[in-house]
């Protein structure tokens, strides 16, 4: 059998999945609007700017767990070891805040005001702009 392969996958898995949550986490806290509160009140549908501002969190924050994703992904499979695999991963947690904040930084309107006001576009956007920088950074650590 495969033991070895099986032990290894659990310990990766053991690793990677507190790692996402870990930057599920400072996603969480770096936004100054609550997202989960946000989309529980969405959910009612009664009214329509919390539903809409429901989507542009959920879209925005999505887009940070794909992007973050992809980044574990790589690290994974080009890590040389789990202490290799936690550098990259917190690296990839603190890039993908920091382009977050760059983005709130270039842009003519505030991200942080729009995506809680309901904008489903800007949502939409900075989720793109996760997965884009989150597909950057995967490629960067294959070096």
């Known amino acids: 059998m495969q033991w070895d392969n099986i032990a290894n996958f659990l310990i990766y898995l053991g690793v990677t999945v507190p790692l996402l ?21 969405g959910a009612n549908g009664a009214d329509q700017q919390k539903v809409m501002a429901a989507k542009a969190v959920a879209n925005d924050l999505g887009g940070k767990i794909i992007g973050l994703s992809l980044v574990l992904a790589s690290a994974v499979y080009h890590s040389l070891g789990i202490v ?15 382009v977050f904040y760059l983005f709130e930084l270039v842009t003519p309107f505030k991200v942080i005001k729009e995506i809680p006001a309901g904008n489903v576009s800007v949502g939409i956007f900075t989720s793109r702009l996760s997965i884009a920088t989150g597909l950057l950074m995967a490629a960067l650590i294959s070096y």
Not at 27 to 36: G, L, S
Not at 84 to 98: E, K, M, P, S
């Open 21 to 41: 949550g870990f930057g599920f986490l400072m996603f969480m806290v770096t936004t100054p609007y609550k997202e989960f509160q946000i989309i529980r009140e």
């Open 84 to 98: 290799d695999l936690i550098i990259w991963g917190l690296l990839g947690t603190a890039f993908q805040v920091i």
